[in-house]
């Protein structure tokens, strides 16, 4: 498939409706939560819990199909076919961290927060926490084949798979309300059932051979360029772990208000991250295969003016009615007007990450086209002091709005930093 033939609004809008139906059930999920569970001390375990191995996804994941795509088109060139390797590539990763996690779950969870751990294990058991360990299984195969099928041309069909976790979550809690466990389970089948779909799909296209393990040297190169990325994911994606355990030092309920406070910029930056990411990705990997090198500068520039200027615009229009979005959706049952007022003001600071956010995404795509990955490393260290720092420093006079601020500002950073490289490394072409 040719990327360059393929409009841009059209490739936009067809991602941005089939991912519509993720974020419907994912805001229905959100709303149940905060109706059954509030600010309580169990939920905030499970949020501790499932961000641990979310966080190992995004990394994990987030760095496999990062690394595949720029490799399948210039593999495409010479006609090779690696696919099949790669997939039980990374199962194996996933069952190796999924065992890992699982042997220092309690450890880990005590080191982030001793004093609730201990006070929701004794409340709740381990169990329904435990069980989140496993969902790395399902969601770094579903992470690669995605990848796989947006090469391919195939956007539409991986996000309406991801709609079947949060799916299963809002049936889970209509019928079992105020239940963790419920939600703990209906969590992890839903990720499984993501990628058993996934999985069909592209058996069925014909595009995946089991148990082949030929293209060594494919798998060399994948893993060379996954590990450098995996690096500078770790650094990133452990913003938000640090972000939630500091949160966590301020007292009782600041780890639920970035949570609930981050859900619709979050949620809004990852609906547009995604409906222009899946297009953007294959589209720049596949100029610079051709070395098209001045192509993918012009869809750079069109991308940022484009998608950078609508991140403002909707960021404006968080803020101005944060108020309004927050009692309209999680104020109902345990969720206070009291907690509304300090979600929003959480709110109101993060809906300012939206354009920095989609600058800073649209520079990290470009360099992993380019597969300059040890840039990417430095600055994602360099990310990693700042919001470390920030955070310290902010939230000791501002409290959890400071942690807030802090990820705007290494957001913003991000975005320089990214776009700067990248427009450098096209001029020297």
Same mark, same amino acid.
């Given at each position: ?22 974020r419907?059930f994912t ?17 905030e ?40 390797? =790669?997939?039980? *590539?990374?199962? @194996?990763?996933?069952? &190796? /961290? #999924?065992? $890992?996690? %699982?042997?220092? !779950?309690?450890?880990?969870?005590l ?56 799916a ?16 703990? =389970?209906?969590? *992890?089948?839903? @990720?499984?059932?993501? &990628? /058993? #779909?996934? $999985?069909? %799909?592209?058996n !069925? ?9 030929k ?25 938000e ?61 069109? !991308? ?61 795509w ?64």
């Amino acid at each position: 498939m040719d990327f360059a033939k393929i409009s841009l609004s059209k490739a936009f809008f067809i991602i941005a409706l089939s991912s519509v139906l993720n974020r419907v059930f994912t805001m229905l999920k959100d709303i149940l939560v905060a109706r059954e569970f509030g600010r309580e001390s169990s939920i905030e375990m499970f949020l501790l819990s499932y961000i641990t191995p979310y966080t190992i996804s995004t990394i994990v994941g987030g760095a496999i199909g990062a690394a595949f795509i720029p490799l399948f088109f210039r593999a495409q060139k010479q006609k090779i076919n690696f696919v099949s390797e =790669i997939y039980f *590539l990374t199962l @194996f990763i996933g069952v &190796a /961290l #999924s065992v $890992l996690l %699982f042997l220092t !779950f309690e450890p880990l969870m005590l080191f982030l927060n001793h004093d609730l751990s201990q006070q929701v294990f004794s409340e709740n058991g381990k169990w329904p926490f435990l069980n989140l360990c496993w969902f790395l299984i399902p969601t770094l195969s579903s992470a690669l084949l995605a990848s796989y099928l947006n090469c391919m041309g195939y956007f539409a069909f991986p996000l309406l798979c991801f709609a079947i976790s949060p799916a299963i979550s809002v049936v889970a809690l209509l019928w079992f309300p105020h239940s963790i466990s419920a939600l703990s =389970i209906a969590t *992890l089948l839903g @990720f499984f059932l993501e &990628a /058993l #779909s996934l $999985l069909i %799909f592209v058996n !069925f296209l014909g595009h995946l051979k089991l148990f082949s393990f030929k293209k060594i040297s494919e798998c060399v190169a994948f893993i060379k360029a996954s590990t450098l990325l995996l690096g500078g994911n770790i650094l990133n994606s452990s913003a938000e772990l640090i972000d939630k355990s500091m949160g966590g030092m301020l007292g009782h309920g600041n780890v639920a208000a970035l949570e609930y406070g981050s859900r619709i910029p979050f949620g809004l930056g990852n609906f547009l991250r995604t409906s222009i990411g899946n297009f953007a990705v294959p589209r720049f990997s596949q100029a610079i295969a051709k070395k098209e090198f001045s192509n993918a500068r012009k869809d750079l520039i069109h !991308f940022i003016l484009v998608y950078v200027s609508a991140g403002l615009v909707i960021s404006l229009g968080v803020f101005y009615l944060s108020d309004w979005l927050i009692s309209l959706i999680f104020q109902r049952g345990a969720f206070s007007p009291k907690d509304t007022q300090v979600v929003s003001h959480v709110q109101k600071i993060l809906a300012f990450q939206l354009p920095v956010f989609i600058g800073s995404s649209l520079g990290m795509w470009m360099l992993v086209a380019l597969q300059k990955q040890k840039l990417i490393l430095f600055i994602a260290a360099i990310c990693f002091i700042v919001n470390t720092l920030g955070n310290w420093f902010l939230m000791k006079s501002m409290g959890v709005i400071g942690i807030s601020i802090a990820t705007i500002i290494v957001y913003a950073l991000s975005m320089i930093l990214t776009l700067g490289f990248s427009f450098w490394k096209l001029l020297s072409h």
